[in-house]
Nanobody, 122 residues
Framework: QVQLVESGGGLVQPGGSLRLSCAAS????????MGWFRQAPGKERELVAE???????NYADSVKGRFIISRDNAKNTVYLQMSSLKSEDTAVYYC????????????????WGQGTQVTVSS
């Protein structure tokens, strides 16, 4: 079955950096787009960054120039390098991928990791 396992979260001071990792299994990783989402307390889950199988990337405006998403197909892992962190980046960060198929309701099935907490505070 599909599994996404995040790691790398923690407590960091404003202006600091963290690198999140998401190890995937049960999918043909190299052909799947991968994404990072986050959810802060009392807020809806939002897209942070995504990367296609070909390496094209897309970022939320709030993280452009500070975060970098990358992937290592040999390791079935997607990364999120976060720099110049701000208090408003505090959230649980989730790894995501989508499997498409007619057998799924709406033609797609989203998979999520368990999430990793990122807290930016002095």
């Amino acid at each position: 079955q599909v599994q996404l396992v995040e790691s790398g979260g923690g407590l960091v001071q404003p202006g600091g950096s963290l690198r999140l990792s998401c190890a995937a299994s049960g999918i043909y990783f190299s052909i799947n787009a991968m994404g990072w989402f986050r959810q802060a307390p009392g807020k809806e889950r939002e897209l942070v960054a995504e990367i296609t199988s070909g390496g094209s990337t897309n970022y939320a405006d709030s993280v452009k120039g500070r975060f970098i998403i990358s992937r290592d197909n040999a390791k079935n892992t997607v990364y999120l390098q976060m720099s110049s962190l701000k208090s408003e980046d505090t959230a649980v960060y989730y790894c995501n991928t989508v499997i498409y198929g007619l057998e799924y309701r709406g033609g797609r099935k989203d998979y999520w990791g368990q999430g990793t907490q990122v807290t930016v505070s002095s």
